[in-house]
């Protein structure tokens, strides 16, 4: 990413530990080219710190707040007891989608035959918009006064934003047991219950008997849940007096692509 100014008093930033001492820490400040900022031992944690060691791991990266910057003597302190567990999820996602725009910024400069002009490109971005983030949320809200960026950019970075949209899925699982009691034809009306629950739009899968994993994408869990509902009762009306055992199992989270989070 580009370098951008120094980072302001009270602002989150993402900091790698470089150098561990017994009074602190130096890391560098991946946002601001790699600019070294300062951990005293008592911004490390609120409690006692008998080993820095146990908190302070060499080359992870960490999320601070900047505590003071002093652009005279060139130093930056930061600390990390003063960022809550929401603030920290917060900013790692938010420079993480930073970045993702900022590869598929890169891919437009490229498709639009504009490599020679990467760097001014990048920096009238960050000038003009403070980040790529910014420049997403205008080029796809369609508004009009986009000046400084090629024509041409913006027009390919909207063509990729479109072709690389894919439509959400969302996966609905359940366990179910059963046991048919009919020896006769058991096995072939089983699998015809489980016909009829594919039919309604499931996939069921064979644990070992009685065991099954019946399972339903959809347009959101509304949908997923309805196909799933509707495949047990197409198992219960094929199999009837059969009682079946039901459990939701734990999502596996959704199906979505790169671009779900732009």
Known sequence: MMTKNLPRTGSL???????????????????????????????????WIKNIHE??????????????VNEQKNTIDISLKKVTQKESKDKIKEYNLENRISSLINIAIKKAGLSHQRQTIQKNILVDFRSYTHFHNEVTQNT??????PEELVKTYKSIIES???????????????TYMDTMSGID??????????????TVHYLGAPHYIIEASGK???????????????????????????????????????????
């Open 220 to 262: 959101d869990y509304i949908d997923a849940e309805k196909k799933v509902k509707s495949g047990i009762e197409a198992i219960e009306k094929s199999l009837p007096g059969t009682e079946i055992e039901v459990k939701k199992n734990k999502s596996k989270g959704d199906k979505t692509d790169i671009m779900e989070s732009l």
């Open 189 to 202: 009306k089983i699998k015809e219950a489980l016909k009829s629950a594919a039919a309604k739009g499931t």
């Open 55 to 68: 908190f302070l791991h060499k080359g992870r990266k960490i999320v601070c707040r900047v505590t003071d």
């Open 144 to 149: 009009p006064n986009i000046t400084n960026i």
């Open 13 to 47: 930033v993402i900091a790698q530990i470089d150098k561990i001492e017994r009074y602190g820490a130096y890391l560098k400040l991946i946002e601001y080219d790699n600019a070294e900022a300062f951990m005293p031992l008592k911004e490390v944690s609120t409690g």
């Open 164 to 178: 690389s949209k894919k439509q959400k899925r969302y996966d609905v699982s359940y366990s179910i047991s059963f």
